[in-house]
Antibody
């Protein structure tokens, strides 16, 4: 059974940093591209970032480019999202999502999400 | 403003069929078959219902079907049931630097 468990969310002040983690199990993590997708309170889904299976290619939405960094440790089956210079508009539930194969395929499994609140 | 356009809401009675549309451009829906549909109940994670335009993952009811014509994809739910009441999102690969685009979501109400 595919399981994705996010952690690391919480309350942070504007301009602060957080590091999200996503522990994966139940599939061959090193064979699958991964994504982070967020959902602001009461709003729709927004793609944030993606990473290839090897970690050699990364992609970012314009809204987070230069502030967020996606990475992965295939030896630990874990995906990360380092978030710096956080803004109020980054407040959202952040979902870790598995791609069936490459980054161009929309996700097939999602974690339960972790809430990030940016507020003073 | 979302890149893909969905109706904000649709409704139907139990047993009826409904269709949710998702309109994009030739850079996304019209150019590729990487269209997916997700169901999201309140407070829950999205669940994949349709992938690659018209394929159903194992375990998803055959009451759910997907199609595409030009720049518009559609999700049809037949034999509506109370448990189908949820938000539905479409998604597509895009050849722009965005990589992935989502629709704004459609709230399905089962009357």
């Amino acid at each position: 059974e595919v399981q994705l468990l996010e952690s690391g969310g919480g309350l942070v002040q504007p301009g602060g940093s957080l590091r999200l983690s996503c522990a994966a199990s139940g599939f061959s993590f090193s064979s699958c591209a991964m994504k982070w997708v967020r959902q602001a309170p009461g709003k729709g889904l927004e793609w944030v970032s993606a990473i290839s299976a090897s970690g050699g290619s990364t992609f970012y939405a314009d809204s987070v480019k230069g502030r967020f960094t996606i990475s992965r440790d295939n030896s630990k089956n874990t995906l990360y999202l380092q978030m710096n210079s956080l803004r109020a508009e980054d407040t959202a539930v952040y979902y870790c999502a598995k791609d069936p194969t490459t980054v161009i395929t929309p996700p097939d499994y999602w974690g339960q999400g972790t809430l990030v609140t940016v507020s003073s | 403003q979302s890149a893909l356009t969905q109706p904000a809401s649709v409704s139907g009675s139990p047993g009826q069929s409904i269709t949710i549309s998702c309109t994009g451009t030739s850079s996304d829906i019209g150019g590729y078959n990487y269209v997916s549909w997700y169901q999201q109940h309140p407070g829950k994670a999205p669940k994949l219902m349709i992938y690659d335009v018209s394929n159903r993952p194992s375990g998803v009811s055959n009451r759910f079907s997907g199609s595409k014509s030009g720049n518009t994809a559609s999700l049809t739910i037949s034999g509506l049931q109370a448990e189908d009441e949820a938000d539905y999102y479409c998604s597509s690969y895009t050849s722009t630097n965005t990589l992935v685009v989502f629709g704004g979501g459609t709230k399905l109400t089962v009357l």
